[in-house]
């Protein structure tokens, strides 16, 4: 043998050749805790994993922790700054809207929603673009691929919102239906960037090594091209997840998003677009809280990418 | 072309037993999109290149292997050897069906195996393998070694359990010089010669009958280049494997080939024993490219080094005549009219040229 391998990581130290089920259920928290020590290691995915963490707490407790319930009104203050302004008042945190209704309360209820909306539409988006853009990749300038290109040329044409728009337009707007639908048109983009990746994977040698070997198509996809997509999935997972924030925003201040009395951030955004030059509060908090929330997915996003190459394996 | 085969088959050592392999008359040709480009005139003789380098093939078209034809004999290696772009790869690619060819034969135990179906031909598969030049690029990242070497053993399902699988993994480690230890490794913790030795150990796994080295060693250092061809070797006496050996490193190829075939411009120039091709040259290419190659004892030189002039000219506008006549230093008149069949010049030797060298 001509070198060693450098391996600082203990799990090389316990795969001895012994049995295939090296990670039995006694490693998986071992594992976990192992992947907890990673995340701290990396600030910018700590702060992200708490962010998100607040999030879902908050999501669930909201009806605990919020001052009032999102609609209730309060009409003598109207329109109140945040506390920290002069005229604010302590019992709104973070002032009132033009009905009286307190920004902070709202913000609280809408998280669930919101981030439930967006993060279904994006794995259903995902689920379907990763598939549709393996195998045409895969195939790439046969029939198949010829199909999904000229559909995602046809839906380049036509601005996503538009086309969402069309459909919850005959469909009736709901919470179920905004979800499906932000979801099945988003495929696009993930169809797009994995199979760019797919027609560069498919040409490398351990591909052509597998198809020397004689393994089946369905198995070369799954085993060789799927885990090596992984990464580009990630990053566009996340980018779609803040997208998919803005389009449920403007959807619902068409009308056509999600209906009141359930809030969501990009409802209430919208609604204080109007009074941006007056009661900027209204519009900014909400539009924080979603750039907040994208960039701790994106922070989370990068690590989980790394956690998922072995070549990172490495630190630890 | 026709008596060329039947001189290939009257071959000394091949009549003692059926060729493994047998190729005849195998072409693989590009359709190249957008307009071709315009021949160049930069001849250096400052001749109308129009003639010479008229083209043969239509427009658009690239003869990666133009009509190739050779046997290869259980538990022999050959050689192959050429430029970059000379078509080795191709072949090489040709023969596994990793491309599929555009005309001719490959028989594989009698069997042709551009005709079978797909179902047979991925059956058919195990018992050829391949090992390929770059090691970094030839293990999926994202897989354990043990993985690896058990995706042939799963693909055709010889070992139906996982222990019995997980055993010959470890096997093959072994056999190929890697510590067992090293089997739920990810391949970036490895060297490019240990690398090597999994993707062989990958070759390996099925018992196969055939393996090809695409470059196996080219992108490895010298010292473990000795290393990986003494396990080739070793493996080669100890399973009576059949190698095809690509490779551009001479000192490689004379290392392990026990038979050399000299490629130009998708075309065997020439074919013989190692020994016959190194000592005794018939081709002027072949003397050419030993000539260029550096040799490290001035004894072991040949007495006036012969340097080509020129590149290797485009495989869409290949010359009429003979492929090397733009480049040859011994070019005549009817070499360039004229393309030479291979033909036999020994027991041994065929080589494609009308006036072999040091021939009567």
Redesign the interface.
């Known amino acids: 043998?001509?070198?060693q391998?450098?391996?600082e990581n203990e799990?090389?130290t316990k795969?001895?050749?012994g049995?295939?089920a090296?990670s039995g259920s006694g490693g998986s928290a071992a594992v976990v805790r192992r992947r907890l020590r990673t995340l701290l290691q990396s600030p910018a995915a700590t702060i992200g994993a708490l962010v998100l963490l607040l999030c879902v707490l908050t999501a669930l407790l909201a009806p605990f922790i919020s001052p009032y319930p999102p609609g209730q009104q309060h009409p003598q203050d109207r329109l109140l700054p945040p506390f920290w302004l002069e005229g604010g008042s302590t019992e709104f945190l973070l002032g009132t809207d033009n009905l009286g209704r307190d920004i902070l309360s709202r913000i609280v209820h809408g998280v669930q929603v919101t981030l439930l909306v967006s993060g279904i539409a994006v794995i259903i988006s995902a689920v379907l673009g990763v598939t549709l853009g393996v195998i045409s990749g895969f195939y790439a300038g046969g029939w198949f691929d010829t199909i999904i290109q000229r559909l995602v040329d046809a839906n380049m044409a036509i601005p996503n919102i538009l086309l969402i728009l069309v459909i919850i337009g005959s469909m009736g707007p709901s919470t179920v239906t905004l979800t499906v639908v932000l979801g099945v048109t988003g495929w696009v983009i993930f169809a797009r960037m994995v199979r760019a990746d797919v027609v560069s994977l498919r040409e490398?040698?351990?591909v052509?090594?597998?198809?020397?070997?004689?393994?089946?198509d369905p198995?070369m996809m799954m085993?060789?091209i799927l885990?090596?997509v992984m990464p580009t999935t990630i990053v566009v997972a996340t980018l779609s997840f803040g997208t998919n924030i803005v389009i449920e925003a403007s959807l619902s201040f068409l009308g056509l998003g999600i209906q009141p009395p359930t809030v969501t951030w990009g409802y209430v955004l919208n609604e204080g677009r109007d009074y941006l030059a007056t009661a900027w509060w209204i519009a900014t908090f909400p539009g924080l809280a979603i750039t907040i929330t994208v960039l701790a997915i994106m922070f989370l996003g990068d690590w989980l990418r790394d956690v998922l190459?072995?070549?990172e394996?490495k630190r630890s | 072309m026709t008596e060329a085969i039947e001189h290939l088959h009257s071959t000394t050592e091949a009549s003692a037993q059926e060729p493994l392999i047998t190729v005849r008359h195998l072409t693989k040709k590009f359709t190249l999109r957008g307009p071709r480009p315009k021949a160049s005139a930069k001849d250096e003789q400052g001749k109308a290149s129009d003639q010479a380098q008229e083209r043969q093939s239509p427009r658009n078209e690239l003869v990666a292997v133009n009509n190739i034809s050779f046997d290869v004999y259980p538990g022999e290696t050959l050689g192959l050897v050429g430029e970059s772009g000379s078509g080795k790869s191709t072949t090489a690619a040709l023969i596994?069906r990793?491309l599929e060819a555009t005309s001719g034969e490959v028989y594989f135990e009698g069997q042709n195996l551009l005709e079978l179906p797909p179902q047979e031909?991925?059956?058919r598969?195990?018992d050829?393998?391949?090992v390929?030049?770059?090691p970094f690029?030839?293990?999926?990242?994202?897989?354990r070694v043990g993985e690896i070497i058990e995706?042939?053993l799963r693909?055709?399902r010889t070992l139906p359990t996982?222990?019995g699988r997980?055993d010959r993994v470890?096997d093959l480690m072994d056999t190929v010089?890697?510590?067992?230890?090293?089997?739920?490794?990810?391949p970036?913790?490895?060297?490019g010669?240990?690398r090597q030795r999994i993707?062989i150990a990958?070759a390996l796994a099925?018992n196969p009958k055939l393996i090809v080295c695409d470059e196996a060693v080219s992108a490895l250092d010298v010292s473990?280049q000795a290393?990986v061809l003494n396990l080739l070797k070793k493996l080669q006496a100890e399973f009576n494997l059949t190698y095809i050996f690509i490779g551009h490193g001479l000192p490689a190829v004379h290392h392990i080939s026990d038979r050399i075939a000299v490629m130009y411009l998708g075309k065997i120039v020439e074919i013989t024993t190692r020994d016959s091709l190194f000592d005794d040259p018939k081709h002027p290419y072949t003397k050419a490219l030993l000539d260029s190659s550096p040799v490290s004892s001035p004894e072991l030189r040949g007495s006036q080094d012969e340097l080509l002039e020129g590149e290797v000219p485009s495989l869409d506008i290949t010359p009429r005549g003979c492929p090397f006549n733009t480049r040859c230093l011994y070019v005549q008149d009817r070499c360039r009219s004229e393309e030479p069949p291979l033909r036999s010049l020994s027991d041994t030797a065929q080589a494609a040229c009308h006036f072999p060298l040091n021939h009567n």
């Open positions: 043998m001509t070198q391998p450098l391996m799990t090389s795969a001895a050749p049995g295939p090296v490398r040698d351990f052509r090594a597998a198809r020397s070997i004689g393994t089946r198995v085993r060789h885990p090596n190459d072995p070549r394996k | 596994l990793l031909m991925r059956r598969r195990r050829m393998q391949m390929f030049q770059d690029s030839s293990l999926n990242p994202r897989m995706e042939p693909t055709h996982r222990r997980r470890l010089g890697l510590s067992p230890d090293f089997v739920d490794r990810f970036h913790e490895f060297s010669g240990q993707g990958r099925l473990i290393q």
